[in-house]
């Protein structure tokens, strides 16, 4: 294992933070993926299952069962780990200028279309490497102006060379779920199995450029421009686990194993994946109702993530109790219940569930604010 610590910009004197990453295995040989947890800071299921990553990918090593490399960033966002507000932990925005810690991430695709147009080879196999050193040097080129920035493009420096990508998030209050591409759902989807998870939502195009998709996305538009000499390139996937209150030993066994499992189904691990026979759904996240309350009010919710839904069910009350006045937020179509939220206190307007539907009913922006 090597462990390497890039230096972040300081942002004021006397405050110098740094990127840790950890990385296993051979390097340059076989295929290479890049795993990071908690960039919203304060969600940290995903660090405590990065953590015993890097135990079993020590152990491992040590045993000569990596023929790829794995790198592993378990506190993905430093800033954020010391953002706290009168002991409550704000890890989603930076608390500077209100950015969402993962949207922004540099788009490589003019840069490496520029770059590898005339250079493209008959065979699809010489063009992975070529248009994985233009992402590096596109990024390269990326002038960076603040410890944020300084941080997102360190991220895609150690993970735009790679096979697959996983981000580990999590949710208020929620059943494991996985956000990919439809690009890279096939070879997410043993991932999905192994892990359990019952809601796997597809886009391609979701707006904000989020950290999972900053590099799949770009191989698939490079696919679209230059025809099928690009190959497929990337995997990309945010693993959703659970809610920020699931940080605990069983939860994060399950998942750790679930992923050096599918560590061996991409060939990366040594090992023997027992893949579930039943393949994962999927649907479409413009197919997702997020539901949203019109009152203020204190929230009595009314189903669990990882509940099944009708048509018409009552989700949520609202109760306004000076007035009486009583809210109730209904589903509009049937579908899984996958994420709610933690609040007790409502606002007009505030987003309180996520439900993984059939029919599409959303477009444009599709991810939360
Ligand atoms: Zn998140």
């Known amino acids: 294992m090597q462990h390497k610590k890039t230096p972040l910009i300081s942002p004021v004197p006397g405050t110098q933070r740094d990127l840790d990453s950890f990385h296993f295995g051979p390097q340059g040989q076989g295929k290479k993926a890049y795993i990071q947890a908690s960039l919203h800071a304060d969600e940290l299921p995903g660090m405590l ?7 079993q990918l020590q152990a ?20 954020g780990q010391n953002q706290h507000l009168m002991d409550v932990h704000l890890g989603r925005y930076e608390s500077e200028n209100g950015q969402n810690f993962n949207r922004g991430y540099f788009d490589t695709f003019e840069p490496v279309k520029a770059s590898i ?21 596109a990024l390269n080129g990326w002038q960076v102006e603040t410890e944020l920035q300084s941080l997102q493009k360190n991220l895609q420096l150690l993970s735009c060379d790679a096979d697959l990508m996983l ?28 892990m359990g998870s019952k809601a796997n939502l597809l886009a391609n195009e979701t707006g904000g450029n989020p950290f999972d998709c900053s590099t799949d996305m770009v191989w698939q538009r490079l696919n679209q421009e230059f025809g099928d000499v690009i190959p497929q390139g990337c995997l990309g996937a945010t693993v959703e686990l659970r809610g920020q209150g699931d940080v605990n030993d069983e939860y994060a066994d399950h998942d750790s194993l679930a992923i050096i499992e599918y560590l061996g ?18 649907s479409d996240l413009a197919a997702v109702e997020t539901l949203k309350t019109k009152q203020g009010g204190l929230l009595v919710l009314k189903v669990q993530p990882g509940d099944i839904v009708e048509a018409g069910q009552v989700f949520a009350e609202v109760i306004d ?23 007790k206190m409502a606002t007009a307007g505030m987003l309180i569930g996520n439900i993984a539907g059939e029919h599409v009913i959303r477009s444009g922006y599709l991810l939360a604010p």
Request: aromatic share 6%.
């Open 321 to 343: 109790p000076i007035n009486d006045l009583v809210e109730q937020v209904k589903v509009t179509q049937a579908g899984y219940v996958y994420s709610r939220t933690n609040r």
């Open 117 to 137: 147009h005339n250079k493209l080879s008959d065979k699809s196999e010489d063009n992975i490497p070529l248009v994985r050193q233009a992402m590096i040097d």
């Open 60 to 79: 491992l090593e040590e045993l000569g069962r990596l023929n790829g490399e794995v790198v592993l960033v378990p506190v993905a966002n430093p800033i």
């Open 265 to 282: 189904v991409l060939g990366i691990v040594d090992n023997e994946p027992s893949l579930p026979k039943e393949k994962a759904p999927s």
């Open 167 to 194: 981000d580990l998030h999590c949710d208020f209050e929620a059943a494991l779920h996985i956000y990919s591409t439809d690009y890279s759902w096939q070879g997410i989807e043993p991932l999905a199995r192994l």
């Open 49 to 55: 299952v990065a953590w015993k990553l890097k135990h």
